[in-house]
């Protein structure tokens, strides 16, 4: 079953805008993480923040967490065309299992 | 370092024949490891994930079914495919503890 939904479905921005993409679950977490899909191809890890972090940055990406909300925000700054692809959030519990939400699709306009 | 294979990239094939999916992962001993099928703009759903040689867990009940032969082999199978069966599926391996997941680039199934 998936865990998390990410909020918007879909985003269209133009180049050097900012993205925020939010991803909501339902039950408690042991971490929560970040991926990118380019169309047709695998997931890559982007960023993984534990259930004790509140918030944790990675070049031009800035993930926040609250636990009491169960939800996450991802922001991507200074947007580029390459950036354009599908992100999701995915949740582990610690129960071996890594569930993924349905995905937000980002396009970046040059 | 770390990598996984996972063949074919694209696979079409008629209702009421078999599947084999297969993926190694190289470089990492005792993964977890993960069969994922998305549909087309779809998220992912996990069907199957093993923690240990013969041990599967299965999330869906369904036409599909996995094995683990070996320790870094992970097999995705259906004795007869349904049209329902087609998608993308990805398999992944995880180390234990807050680790992120490692992804094949996947396999395109298209049942005609």
């Known amino acids: 079953s998936q865990q998390g939904e990410e909020d918007p479905q879909a985003l269209s921005i133009q180049e050097g805008e900012n993205a925020t993409m939010n991803c909501s679950y339902k039950?408690?977490?042991?971490?929560l993480q970040w991926y990118r899909q380019n169309s047709g191809r695998g997931l890559v890890h982007l960023i993984l923040?534990?259930?004790?972090?509140r918030e944790k940055h990675s070049g031009r990406l800035r993930v926040t967490l609250d636990t009491s909300k169960k939800s996450s925000s991802l922001l991507i700054t200074a947007s580029r065309a390459a950036d354009t692809a599908s992100y999701f959030c995915a949740t582990d519990a610690g129960d071996y299992k890594l569930s993924f939400g349905a995905g937000t699709t980002v396009t970046v306009r040059a | 370092s770390q990598t996984i294979h996972q063949w074919p990239a694209t696979l079409v094939q008629p209702v009421g024949s078999p599947l084999s999916l297969e993926c190694t992962v190289e470089g990492t001993s005792n993964p977890n490891l993960y069969w994922y099928r998305q549909a087309a703009g779809r998220g992912l759903q996990l069907l199957f994930y093993s923690v240990g040689i013969g041990q599967i867990s299965s999330e869906v009940p369904q036409n599909l079914s996995a094995s683990r032969p070996q320790d870094r082999q992970f097999i995705l199978s259906s004795k007869k495919l349904l049209l329902s069966d087609s998608g993308f599926y990805l398999c992944a391996w995880k180390g234990e503890g807050n680790t992120e997941a490692f992804f094949g680039q996947g396999t395109r199934l298209t049942v005609v």
């Open positions: 923040i534990r259930s004790n972090e």
């Open positions: 039950t408690s977490i042991n971490n």
